[in-house]
């Protein structure tokens, strides 16, 4: 059940918190009072679009959290597992902070979480039944929503085995739309695929080419001052027979002197060595200096085979890829690309095959569907008129109708419209058509007592579900409210003293203005003589009387044994 609440700075809210019970939770109070407000900021925590609007005037942040208890279901736990967030076997705690930035946060047990996460929990804890839904009640399109919410297990089944053929249908629909495509640019398309295997193939391509390529021509386009850099230098070490002032020349002189004074000194004999290594290592570097100088030849018709190679391999690169890397790999993605091309005809010919057959499958699929739907639907049928004779509706009939609806969708091939007759004589019709709005208020509640013992959440609110009812009808509501209390946590916001008096706990909210230009909501929990004097109130409109406080004690007195009757 939804256990504490905790809301800072929502519209006219400065602070509040309360605590929930299980059973019948109602929360009355005059127009204005904020009752609504405090509907609506569960229904922003469990995902509702976030609007900096109900941020109070003067404060940066709406902050928004609920406790929920007692034991989860093994799907919540699996939700929380693969999220990785810690799960209490005992509690849940769900928090929402709406920043004027737009930097909101949302946490799960004090973890920052996804909004989209708090959505899917939501949907397994809480069900908010607002003023919308009575709009929502009186189109067709949301009628189907309720006949599936009761369908036995094997119906959702179907429903979810629908939903996912008819996802495949589609994929394969888009993949057939494709293919025809292609069929249409077949013949252009392997034209150019095969001109550019044809001019990809003839270069003859070799990996690391380019790179190759590149360093030669670049010696041989700097041959020249290669060549001078290679004979200077090789002239410096080596000198000529004319110059024995060479630095091989120079270092011998050197190497013969210390060996001749070696033996006098260990350290000119380490010394002598490193001279002896210098040496020879200056001798080998002569030697190659020379060697690669009197070998360097240019070849004018190398570089200009050159430059055409690198001219065509650049053009490739323009076409097909930066590297030759690349441009082999895109010579590799149209090869299979022909292939697919010129089994084109035998690929469409399965994909229409997996098409028709999915299809016959879907269809034999939503048929089964629309049998258990027809079943369910007569069962509503009754069960809904039990209902609206327990609401003062002992006149009401109601049908549902299927409506002829060829075309298939991830929901069968069924179009459903839920027909009334309020009153005797009257043919059924669209209930847009005949009904008051006490009527569809107590109809939505008829339908919402059946949902509730399929439904998987434990806590249902209603946001003034009562309206334009009042009398004897107000009482059989509220019977039916505690009702449903019994098995499922209710917090209703009512105006009807007959439903306030069957609270198992009551909350009285008002409007408060501590100074100038400032508005504020707070909330009570009532005590026993408060409740009769709240409704009190509610039966006087507004004004407390001795009668009024004796109808109050009278309701309360006959709500507790409506009660005991349960």
Known sequence: ????????????IDKLSLSFSQGLNILTGETGAGKSIIIGALEMLFGSRASREVIKDGKEAAYIEASYFLPRSGEIDEILQQAGIESDPESLILAREIRRSGRNRCRINGQLVPLKLIRE????????????????????????????????????????????GYTRLEKLQQ??????????????????????LKEISEANLQPGELEELTRELKKLDNLEEISAAAGQASDLI????YNENSLLNQLGRIKDDLQSVADYDEDLKEMTKLA????????????????????????????EQLRQRLDLINNLRRKYGES?????????EILQEKEE?????????????????????????????TEYRKETARWLENKLIQELQ????????????????????????????????????????????????????????????????????????????????????ALQMANRLFKISIQRQVICITHLPQIASMADRHFYIEKIIPGENEVQTRITRLSEEERKQEIARMVGGDKKTAAGLKHADEMLSRAEKIKLKI
């Open 121 to 164: 929990i939501a949907g397994y804890l809480v069900d908010i039944h607002g003023q919308h839904e009575h709009q929502n009640l009186l189109k067709s399109s949301y009628h189907l929503d309720i006949l599936d919410e009761l369908l036995p297990e094997e119906g959702r089944e179907l429903l979810t085995r629908m939903e996912t």
């Open 390 to 473: 327990e609401l003062a509706m002992s006149e009401a009939r109601f049908q549902v109708d299927f409506l002829e609806e060829k075309k298939l969708t991830s929901r069968g091939q069924d179009r459903i419209e839920f027909l009334f007759s309020t009153n005797p004589g009257m043919e059924l019709k669209k209930l847009k058509h005949i009904a008051s709005g006490g009527e569809v208020s107590r109809i939505m509640l008829a339908f919402k007592t059946i949902i509730a013992g399929f439904d998987r959440v434990q806590t249902l609110i209603f946001d003034e579900v009562d309206s334009g009812v009042g009398g004897e009808t």
């Open 1 to 12: 059940m939804l256990g504490d609440l905790q809301v800072k700075n929502f519209a006219i």
């Open 238 to 241: 080596n000198g000529d027979d």
């Open 341 to 369: 091309l010129e089994g084109l005809e035998d690929k469409l010919a399965e994909v229409e095959a997996d098409y028709q057959n999915t299809r016959k499958e879907c269809q034999e699929i939503a048929g089964r569907l």
């Open 175 to 196: 993949q057939k739309a494709k293919l025809e495509k292609k069929r249409g640019e077949r013949a252009r398309r392997l034209d150019i695929i095969d001109y550019q």
């Open 324 to 332: 030759i890397a690349e441009i082999l790999s895109y010579q590799q």
């Open 276 to 303: 002896d290594e210098i040496f020879y290592s200056l001798q080998d570097l002569g030697f190659r200096l020379r060697s690669y100088y009197e070998n360097q030849d240019f070849d004018q018709n190398r570089a």
